[in-house]
């Protein structure tokens, strides 16, 4: 009896509020949503890293007050979770060994103190000749190669951190388009593609010779053994040229030209002992359903990531407090914040026409793979969903100023949020382009628009120093705020925004940054065991479209270097030109396919 007048109290209130203006709009005031922020970042959450403990308590939050708002579970087995797996981190295990035979004699060296494994290497164990290599790069359009007439072959390579001449403003890798080559990707990757089995890097004699650091972060492996080394073990390897690493440094920078060169009668022994350790982390889903059962049916998914770096990781801009909790205060406990206080209000106003999914993702600082779980497995099929809502990073609004992302990514969406703000506190800074570096991605790339809410960078980005107390609380409720009126709007207008596709502003991974060669791919960024990478779609126009790829296809080469992660896609597109033809390998349908493309300038 009372669970029955009390539904239909709840239909006459939302009937009434569905009338004429003057629609309440019970935003959270700004002391409540900073309060969710403060505990999301709380030091006891650690940083919230995908698969910790904090993760886990920080996933039981939001799923507490999903339940506590009545939103249905999105989940697994009737949960609010979603769960998936993740690499939580990289451990070296026992074993490690660097051992030198030196004219027959041996020469251990000792896992710590002289060397340690990089992230990036594999696990397993190689014998051969040592040849040292320089710096280890290959540039051809800088007539510059540590391997030219070098047969590497079945043996380990020894090179130098840095570049020739890095401390002159002429020198040739100065150029910002150089800047790649110095980078540990091409070294390790290029000793691979001339055959090598290992690679042992030690600080050129221009930079600190430290004691190794222990790898930390979720690198995929690059297959070759890596591993990182004191210079006192370069010396050592390097006894038998009678040179100094220094001296041979000075060599090659006088040109620049290479002084590679087999080392006479020294061989090496290299075992890595790595374990990627692999976890479950879980997207917290929430569902109110729509209140008008002809649209019901149709969801808008408004979306947010908790999760953040954990203790730094390798995504970390401050390697100096590596150890130190990143708190990801506006990164984004801020978005999950804003995520909960609209759940609340639309919870409050008795949900709108169409239903509202509510997504904490997990595994976005790893590469969207909580967002890429979600479009595989929502509860809500992705042809019913008329739009999505990211909110990353909406805590830190300077002046009034409010980005949103994405107006273009459908139609009339530039219209619907100008309108939203009216009257608002904010001033608006719309862009049309549905691509970067957040969870929307996946979204747009299966075809549906997107708006992308964002205050803005700042120097804390990253770093230990994104903390609550640094949040405006008053602009996120402002871009709650925002946030409320268009997705009303979204979920309840008869017309949903046709999906426009775009043409891409900056390059395959969004955001900018990066050099090279343009390929049009848009990678699946969910993580696989199967050789290389699947591309979630291809960007109209782009090389990889005109070469006939398109989403679902994985390539496995391109340019005659296989390719198993993407570190092996950017390695060729940043060591290529714009008008340059590669071959592209790629499987579809298990079927192997080869093409041409032709790469083009990034934007
Ligand atoms: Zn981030």
Redo the contacts with the bound molecule.
């Keep these: 009896m009372r669970a029955r007048l009390a539904r239909q109290l709840a239909l006459l209130v939302s009937a009434l509020l569905l009338i004429g203006a003057g629609r309440p709009e019970p935003i959270p005031e700004a002391p409540e949503l900073l309060r969710w922020v403060r505990s999301l970042a709380d030091p006891a959450l650690e940083g919230r890293a995908s698969g910790s403990p904090g993760a886990e308590r920080a996933a039981r939050l939001i799923a507490e007050e999903f339940r506590r708002l009545g939103l249905r579970p999105g989940g697994d087995g009737g949960s609010h979770l979603q769960a998936f797996e993740v690499m939580k981190g990289i451990r070296v295990v026992g074993g490690n060994a660097l051992e030198a035979t030196i004219d027959g004699a041996a020469r251990p060296f000792a896992a710590g103190p002289d060397f340690l494994p990089h992230a990036f290497s594999e696990s397993g164990e190689a014998d051969g000749e040592l040849v040292f290599a320089g710096y280890g790069i290959t540039a051809p359009e800088l007539g510059y190669d540590d391997y030219a007439g070098l047969d590497v072959r079945g043996k380990i390579v020894l090179v130098m951190t840095h570049e020739p001449r890095e401390r002159d403003p002429e020198g040739p890798f100065r150029r910002a388009e150089a800047f790649p080559y110095t980078e540990l990707r091409h070294k390790a990757i290029n000793a691979r593609e001339h055959g090598a089995l290992g690679i042992i890097v030690v600080p050129n004699p221009h930079h600190a010779d430290e004691p190794p650091r222990l790898p930390r972060g979720t690198s995929a492996a690059w297959g070759i053994l890596a591993v990182k080394a004191t210079r006192a073990v370069a010396e050592a390897l390097l006894a038998p040229t009678g040179r100094s690493l220094a001296q041979l440094q000075a060599e090659i920078d006088r040109g620049p030209a290479p002084r590679s060169a087999a080392v006479p009668g020294a061989r090496v022994r290299l075992r890595v002992a790595l374990l990627r350790e692999r976890g479950e982390t879980a997207n917290v889903v929430g569902v109110l359903p729509g209140n008008d059962p002809r649209l019901a049916h149709e969801a808008v998914v408004v979306g947010a990531?908790y999760d953040?770096?954990g203790r730094g990781s390798q995504?970390s801009l401050a390697p100096e407090q590596a150890d130190e909790i990143h708190p990801?205060a506006d990164?984004?406990a801020s978005g999950t914040a804003a995520v909960i206080g609209l759940a609340r209000a639309f919870a409050a106003t008795g949900g709108a026409r169409r239903s509202l999914v509510f997504v904490a993702f997990s595994g976005?600082?790893l590469g969207l793979l909580g967002s890429t779980h979600y479009v595989k497995h929502p509860p809500i099929p992705l042809a019913d969903t008329v739009a999505m809502v990211n909110l990353?990073?909406v805590g830190r609004m300077q002046g009034r100023r409010l980005f949103v992302l994405g107006v273009g990514s459908g139609t009339g969406l530039r219209a619907l949020v100008e309108e939203a703000a009216r009257g608002l506190d904010v001033e608006l800074a719309l862009r049309e382009d549905a691509f970067g570096?957040?969870d929307h991605t996946p979204f747009y790339s299966r075809g549906r628009p997107i708006l992308f809410f964002f205050t803005g960078t700042h120097a804390d980005?990253?770093r230990p120093t994104d903390t609550w107390e640094k949040i405006n609380a008053e602009g996120l409720r402002s871009v709650v705020a925002v946030a409320f009126r268009t997705i009303r709007a979204l979920a309840d207008r008869a017309e949903r925004p046709a999906f426009v596709r775009l043409p891409d502003p900056s390059g395959p991974r969004g955001g900018g940054g990066g050099y090279g060669a343009y390929f049009g791919s848009v990678p699946d960024f969910s993580e696989s065991d199967a050789p290389g990478v699947r591309l979630a779609d291809v960007r109209p126009g782009g090389p990889a479209e005109r070469a006939g790829l398109r989403s679902g296809d994985i390539v496995v080469r391109l340019g005659g270097v296989t390719v198993r992660t993407l570190d092996d896609l950017v390695f060729v597109l940043r060591s290529r030109r714009a008008g340059d033809a590669v071959e592209v390998v790629y499987l579809r349908d298990g079927v192997e396919h080869r093409a041409q493309a032709v790469l083009q300038t990034r934007r």
């Design positions: 990531h953040h770096l995504f990801g990164d984004n976005e600082e990353d990073s570096p957040s980005y990253h």
